[in-house]
């Protein structure tokens, strides 16, 4: 599906922590490419992806999910230039969404890298559930965001929202931003969201040490745990290990 | 064993031990009481190499080291225990994985081979019930939703599966009940007690004294060590208190 060539400023809310000038390197032509999902009635869908490499990405995503289907998005960005992807989310009826996304890295040779979801959950029909669950790791003045839209149509009653941001921040320079954005036109629904960044637990850190374990062991250690909470909902344990593995590797390359 | 010579650490530029010179042999259990704010827990930080602790003076050797030059994993993996007085929760950490790095790592350190995951968990297993700890306890995150009793009896466990040639017990008594108690001093008796193994066992109360039969008792007061005796010493505090023994 092609849309009009037109790029993104940061005055587009969905664009205002984007790296415009890695957005002008990809070009409008790469921005117009949506990949479409169906998820027919009563079914499942899994998806596990490691997103990233050494050039300016974004991948848009639209997902349709018709009743009672569910869907769930667990994804590591871990780009080694401006990486972003996009969520569009169609709930009809008793449909259930589940996201768990981690963005972890530092700076590439030109600085800091910016790494984000995007997501938009628009809960079309009542009795539908969304849980996201987001976790940002970063460091080298890197930065780590997630711009969150709940969209709740008026007759979308019993709607059960939930989205959750921590931002973890290794080195002084780095940042993490969270946007949730809640556009709610029923009246009997639940949406629930919070954010919170800060750094690592050195207490935590000090006590691993006191019992022999190393800092760089301790850390990947703390760091682990901190993005396990976006793969909770990963039944599959030999993807949820290579989503941890493909996350974790990034940070032991990184020498901090 | 362990000698401190003269210390003098300050946190935040103000001093809290004031020249403390203590020396704990080999096969020796060694009390330290002291009111509070006598520098009793910055003792223990400073051997276990907490960050924010800064030594002005003295020295400390550990086993004929240099112990203030080691991190605090290097102390560790040579022979050095820290007991927190309130010990660390690590949300996402179970124990299991959390003691198996530990131990690894120590036996790294040391040269030798790692247990495999089968050898840990009997390890675990018997440490668990020298203290009377449920071993489903273990399989769970690192203190979490434990009772202050609990993280006191999971210390010890620690300490059983990691075996320290020297233990730094720091108010390992404060938070148990009665029954708690006993099991802690006989866990300690049971893993510490040793002619190569030395404790210095830091803590308000005769209680745990009563459990774990100390050799020496010292007092420190204001940043130094102002007595020290046999274990009639501690009952003399107890009945006295710190201010008539001290005056």
């Given at each position: 599906?092609?849309?009009?060539?037109?790029?993104?400023?940061?005055?587009?809310?969905?664009?205002?922590?984007?790296?415009?000038?890695?957005?002008?390197?990809?070009?409008?032509?790469?921005?117009?490419?949506?990949?479409?999902?169906?998820?027919?009635?009563?079914?499942?869908?899994?998806?596990?992806?490691?997103?990233?490499?050494?050039?300016?990405?974004?991948?848009?995503?639209?997902?349709?999910?018709?009743?009672?289907?569910?869907?769930?998005?667990?994804?590591?960005?871990?780009?080694?230039?401006?990486?972003?992807?996009?969520?569009?989310?169609?709930?009809?009826?008793?449909?259930?969404?589940?996201?768990?996304?981690?963005?972890?890295?530092?700076?590439?040779?030109?600085?800091?890298?910016?790494?984000?979801?995007?997501?938009?959950?628009?809960?079309?029909?009542?009795?539908?559930?969304?849980?996201?669950?987001?976790?940002?790791?970063?460091?080298?003045?890197?930065?780590?965001?997630?711009?969150?839209?709940?969209?709740?149509?008026?007759?979308?009653?019993?709607?059960?929202?939930?989205?959750?941001?921590?931002?973890?921040?290794?080195?002084?320079?780095?940042?993490?931003?969270?946007?949730?954005?809640?556009?709610?036109?029923?009246?009997?629904?639940?949406?629930?969201?919070?954010?919170?960044?800060?750094?690592?637990?050195?207490?935590?850190?000090?006590?691993?040490?006191?019992?022999?374990?190393?800092?760089?062991?301790?850390?990947?250690?703390?760091?682990?745990?901190?993005?396990?909470?976006?793969?909770?909902?990963?039944?599959?344990?030999?993807?949820?290990?290579?989503?941890?593995?493909?996350?974790?590797?990034?940070?032991?390359?990184?020498?901090? | 064993?362990?000698?401190?010579?003269?210390?003098?650490?300050?946190?935040?530029?103000?001093?809290?031990?004031?020249?403390?010179?203590?020396?704990?042999?080999?096969?020796?259990?060694?009390?330290?009481?002291?009111?509070?704010?006598?520098?009793?827990?910055?003792?223990?930080?400073?051997?276990?190499?907490?960050?924010?602790?800064?030594?002005?003076?003295?020295?400390?050797?550990?086993?004929?080291?240099?112990?203030?030059?080691?991190?605090p994993h290097e102390r560790a993996a040579r022979g050095l225990f820290l007991g927190f007085q309130y010990p660390v929760e690590i949300p996402g950490v179970s124990?299991?994985?959390?003691?198996?790095?530990?131990?690894?790592?120590?036996?790294?350190?040391?040269?030798?081979?790692?247990?495999?995951?089968?050898?840990?968990?009997?390890?675990?297993?018997?440490?668990?019930?020298?203290?009377?700890?449920?071993?489903?306890?273990?399989?769970?995150?690192?203190?979490?939703?434990?009772?202050?009793?609990?993280?006191?009896?999971?210390?010890?466990?620690?300490?059983?599966?990691?075996?320290?040639?020297?233990?730094?017990?720091?108010?390992?008594?404060?938070?148990?009940?009665?029954?708690?108690?006993?099991?802690?001093?006989?866990?300690?008796?049971?893993?510490?007690?040793?002619?190569?193994?030395?404790?210095?066992?830091?803590?308000?109360?005769?209680?745990?004294?009563?459990?774990?039969?100390?050799?020496?008792?010292?007092?420190?007061?204001?940043?130094?060590?102002?007595?020290?005796?046999?274990?009639?010493?501690?009952?003399?505090?107890?009945?006295?208190?710190?201010?008539?023994?001290?005056?």
């Amino acid at each position: 599906m092609a849309e009009a060539a037109t790029l993104p400023t940061r005055r587009d809310e969905a664009w205002r922590y984007a790296d415009i000038d890695a957005i002008a390197r990809l070009g409008a032509e790469a921005l117009a490419q949506w990949q479409a999902l169906d998820v027919p009635a009563g079914t499942s869908l899994t998806r596990c992806l490691v997103v990233g490499a050494d050039a300016p990405e974004v991948q848009r995503w639209r997902v349709r999910l018709e009743d009672s289907a569910r869907a769930g998005f667990f994804i590591v960005n871990r780009g080694g230039d401006y990486t972003r992807v996009e969520l569009e989310v169609h709930l009809a009826r008793g449909a259930h969404f589940e996201f768990g996304g981690v963005t972890i890295g530092g700076a590439n040779e030109q600085g800091g890298v910016t790494r984000e979801f995007v997501t938009t959950v628009i809960h079309a029909e009542p009795e539908a559930s969304s849980n996201q669950v987001v976790r940002a790791v970063h460091w080298g003045g890197a930065s780590g965001n997630f711009l969150g839209q709940i969209k709740v149509a008026r007759h979308a009653q019993k709607t059960d929202a939930a989205q959750d941001f921590k931002g973890l921040l290794l080195e002084a320079g780095a940042s993490a931003n969270a946007v949730p954005q809640l556009e709610i036109f029923a009246d009997d629904v639940k949406c629930a969201h919070g954010a919170t960044v800060g750094a690592l637990d050195e207490a935590a850190r000090f006590y691993m040490m006191a019992r022999g374990i190393a800092p760089a062991t301790a850390q990947r250690l703390l760091v682990q745990a901190f993005i396990g909470d976006a793969f909770v909902a990963l039944a599959d344990e030999a993807e949820r290990a290579r989503l941890l593995d493909a996350a974790l590797g990034v940070l032991e390359g990184a020498g901090l | 064993m362990l000698e401190i010579t003269n210390l003098h650490v300050s946190v935040a530029d103000k001093p809290i031990l004031k020249g403390l010179t203590l020396s704990v042999p080999a096969g020796e259990v060694h009390a330290v009481m002291g009111p509070n704010g006598a520098g009793k827990s910055t003792l223990a930080h400073v051997l276990g190499g907490k960050p924010g602790y800064e030594v002005t003076a003295g020295s400390v050797t550990f086993r004929g080291e240099d112990l203030l030059a080691l991190e605090p994993h290097e102390r560790a993996a040579r022979g050095l225990f820290l007991g927190f007085q309130y010990p660390v929760e690590i949300p996402g950490v179970s124990n299991v994985q959390f003691l198996r790095e530990a131990l690894n790592a120590q036996r790294k350190a040391r040269g030798e081979e790692p247990l495999s995951g089968g050898e840990f968990l009997k390890l675990a297993r018997e440490k668990a019930a020298l203290l009377k700890m449920d071993m489903e306890m273990l399989k769970r995150q690192v203190n979490v939703g434990f009772s202050g009793g609990e993280k006191k009896r999971a210390e010890m466990v620690q300490m059983g599966i990691l075996d320290p040639a020297f233990a730094v017990l720091d108010e390992t008594d404060s938070g148990l009940d009665i029954d708690a108690l006993r099991i802690v001093g006989a866990g300690i008796n049971a893993i510490m007690r040793s002619a190569d193994k030395a404790v210095l066992l830091i803590t308000h109360y005769q209680r745990l004294l009563d459990v774990v039969a100390p050799d020496k008792v010292s007092v420190l007061a204001d940043g130094r060590i102002v007595e020290t005796g046999g274990p009639e010493l501690a009952l003399r505090l107890e009945a006295e208190g710190y201010d008539a023994v001290l005056a």
